[in-house]
């Protein structure tokens, strides 16, 4: 499932959206259950927000020792937004563990209001649409999947960013690929290609057999800005004509928790 952005995208009318994050499928249920709403969102920012700027650093991390014993949905997404970079990570005891980024204003009233909106924006798609919020392995996904599905797979990339929840191996690539392979239906699954430095090896020893349609972006997740660059992104697919460039002919919404 990854952000969940694709899917809200895409907005097929009907979704099954999986994730072995128990707390970024909590929030996306919380919004579906309408247990999570605008308005609630809205409010819950501007106190904690004004109660940040306030307090500076030692709120966030009073909200984040709370998310991390309570794990509410409205904290998730607090010390998400909080956070250095926007990132998600949690250590080997599942704990949140991202630092603060050091901005007590974080949560100007634009930003809220942009937040808001997003919310907004994902809640009416799901009442629109019929989605439904799974904590599961890739395994069991793709093995409910039939034939007339098409599974679209947002893995962390391998040998990049694989720390966001449970981590991402050659053991997890390897069954992801056994997984598509025996798959009967259409797949597409979204890695990296190569930056400036080096190249993912997957592609040309795993993937390569399938057609790879590919973009270049700039990444802006990275722990120092020198790690900040553009980046060659792919899309590997088993039912693409060829390999191509891939053009996006609309703005694309970005997720709230990316």
């Known amino acids: 499932m990854g952000t969940g952005a694709v899917a809200f995208n895409v907005a097929p009318y009907c979704a099954v959206l999986c994730d072995t994050n128990p707390y970024l499928v909590n929030f996306y249920s919380a919004i579906a259950r309408n247990e999570i709403t605008p308005e ?11 109660t940040l700027l306030e307090k500076g650093e030692e709120h ?33 005891k599942g704990k949140f563990n991202i630092p603060f980024c050091r901005k007590p204003n974080r949560f100007a ?9 997003q919310v907004a924006w994902v809640a009416k798609i799901i009442r629109a649409k ?26 962390p990339y391998i040998d990049r960013h694989v720390d966001y929840y449970n981590g991402w191996d050659d053991a997890h690539e390897q ?14 699954l979204s890695t990296w290609h190569h930056n400036d ?28 800005e020198e790690n900040r660059n553009p980046i060659v992104e792919a899309l590997v697919t088993n ?14 919404q970005h997720a709230f928790l990316e």
């Open 109 to 117: 009233q634009a930003y809220i209001t942009k937040i808001t909106n």
């Open 175 to 188: 069954d992801l690929f056994e997984c598509l392979v025996n798959f009967r239906g259409k797949f597409i």
């Open 60 to 92: 966030y991390y009073f909200i984040r020792d709370r998310f991390n014993a309570e794990h509410s949905p409205l904290d998730f997404l607090f010390v998400n937004r909080a956070g250095f970079n926007g990132m998600i990570r949690f250590n080997r």
């Open 197 to 224: 430095y080096r190249e993912n090896n997957y592609i040309k020893f795993l993937w390569s057999s399938f057609p790879i349609l590919t973009r270049e972006h700039f990444y802006h997740i990275g722990g120092k």
């Open 130 to 155: 019929d989605f439904s919020f799974k904590c599961q392995s890739f395994e069991k996904t793709i093995s409910q999947a039939i034939e007339n599905d098409i599974i679209y797979c947002d893995p």
């Open 40 to 50: 609630i969102v809205n409010d819950y920012l501007n106190r904690e927000g004004a």
């Open 239 to 252: 039912f693409a004509a060829s390999s191509r460039e891939v053009v996006t002919s609309r703005p694309v």
